[in-house]
């Protein structure tokens, strides 16, 4: 009889906690509603990997040559990223508010791993065999795997600073 009684006390804690997490914002204070980056002069189909806490953002600046191989979709799993998480603007073909500059989260979407650079224009995670483009689609593989996840975004006129909405 202790026991049920333990395990109801225990159940309306936890029922407690849940309702008071909902209910108020108990979020750390190194949390934010956005985050800023000041990224510069980005290189030319170089990805550079920005981190804030535990937000780590891709971007690349892709030249016009990449942008012409972007245009080809054989070998895709979601070309037209219609299973995707993205913004509608990055409704397109080349997932992106601008053509020069694409942006996602920094993880892949089959492990969950972080991404690298493999080869010329291809993303890997680093503990998996997935793949992606420079706009972030699945390369088609012996896994079934999301594009990457594009994050809610904006830059500054000048392509320097890097506003993210998580």
């Known amino acids: 009889m202790r026991a049920i009684r333990g395990l109801f006390i225990i159940f309306l804690l ?5 309702l008071l997490d909902f209910s108020v914002d108990l979020r750390p204070p190194n949390v934010y509603d956005s985050y800023r980056f000041n990224i510069g ?5 170089q990805p550079i990997w920005l981190k804030q806490d535990n937000l780590t953002i891709l971007v690349i600046r892709r030249s016009q040559k990449t942008l012409n191989a972007l245009a080809l ?5 979601d070309p037209e990223s219609r299973q995707s ?22 993880l892949g979407t089959d492990l969950g791993c972080p991404l690298k650079v493999v080869n010329a224009n291809q993303l ?7 793949r992606y483009d ?4 699945a ?7 999301q594009n ?13 600073t890097l506003t993210i909405r998580p």
């Open 14 to 18: 936890a029922i407690g906690y849940v």
């Open 124 to 130: 890997g995670e680093i503990c998996g065999p997935a």
């Open 134 to 137: 420079y706009s972030g689609r």
């Open 85 to 106: 998480h993205q913004p509608g603007f990055a409704t397109n073909v080349l997932r992106a508010r601008d053509k020069h500059y694409f942006v996602s989260y920094g």
């Open 73 to 77: 979709t054989d070998g895709l799993q």
């Open 148 to 160: 990457l996840s594009i994050p809610d975004y904006n830059f500054s006129h000048d392509f320097k």
């Open 139 to 145: 390369i088609i593989g012996k896994n079934q795997f």
């Open 41 to 45: 002069d980005l290189s030319e189909d």
